[in-house]
């Protein structure tokens, strides 16, 4: 006997958004993840591979290593390694290195980087500041004007930011990633105020603010399934935006990936580890519901493409 799972019946739809200038798009879910027996499953996830302004500090041996030493702090040779060699679908430019608390560099210099990294790859850009939402909010003054064209994605917008970088965004054409932390009610109106101010729901994405595995990752999938579930099955338009996970970060700072196999002998090879921490962690967030995942291991993307394909069917 076959078993055959009887379709769930949908009122509402993800919304597609637009990234780069090549027609990329994500979204257009009408059925919850890779459940596309029961209708359109949309647009497959893509993945972005991190690129830092600055050379990183404390990052695992493996990790550089994988990455290459010639290129980490030279954001545009790291970015054109992603696109050429590593596969990537978006190139996520992070610039760690305007927070007031460590090299403080300025807009100008940001939006320097930024378009240097633009210029040198055709795939869409995302382009995430350091958190701190009052330099954020100079930084992407300047950032959105040099990218003007790019329609490249912007963020974290916060509530306490969001009115100077979504009105840049739109008067220089890019997508803002809102992020929220790990509240759907939050998320819901961070999206009620920037679409009252004039920023198109097609320009937004959610980032919902993501946990590791071991480290919150159960707050955040919860938190992306319920936002799922209100934009599917109850039709709310506030959520029927595609998500985006800036997961690198929280990932490769987890104890797991960065312990040595000399610390921690019954862990195994510490290069493996850390590899799999990401993909565990970029696998249950794309059964969440991610559209984007930002991620930094090159293993990984090829490990994440190939889950999804699988998936996607």
Known sequence: MVYSPAAEKYNGEIGEVVLGTDGVKVGGQKVLPFQGFEGEAGNHPIIAI???????????????????????GDPVAWAKKAQDEWGAD??????VGTDPNAADRSPDEAAE????????????????GSGNVEKDAEVFQ???????GANAVIGPVKEDNYKTIAAAAMGFGHVVAGETPIDVNMAKQL?????????PADKILVDPSTGALGYGLDYTFSVME???????????????MPIINNMAKE????KEAKVSAEEEPAWGDAAERGILWEVLTGVALLMGGADV?????????DVLHTTIGLLAG
Do not use: F
């Open 50 to 72: 991190e690129v830092l302004d600055v050379e990183p500090e404390g990052w695992p041996e493996a990790l550089v290593e994988a990455i290459g030493q010639d290129v980490l």
């Open 90 to 95: 978006a190139v996520c430019l992070s610039l």
């Open 113 to 128: 980087t930024a378009k240097a990294v633009s210029d040198a790859i055709s795939m869409p850009l995302i382009v995430y």
């Open 142 to 148: 300047r950032v959105g004007e040099v990218l003007q």
């Open 191 to 199: 999206n009620i105020l920037m679409t009252n101010l004039g920023l």
């Open 226 to 240: 319920r936002d799922r579930l209100s934009a599917l099955l109850q039709g709310d338009k506030v959520l029927q």
């Open 251 to 254: 990932a490769w700072k987890s």
């Open 293 to 301: 995942l930002i991620i930094r291991h090159p293993k990984a993307a």
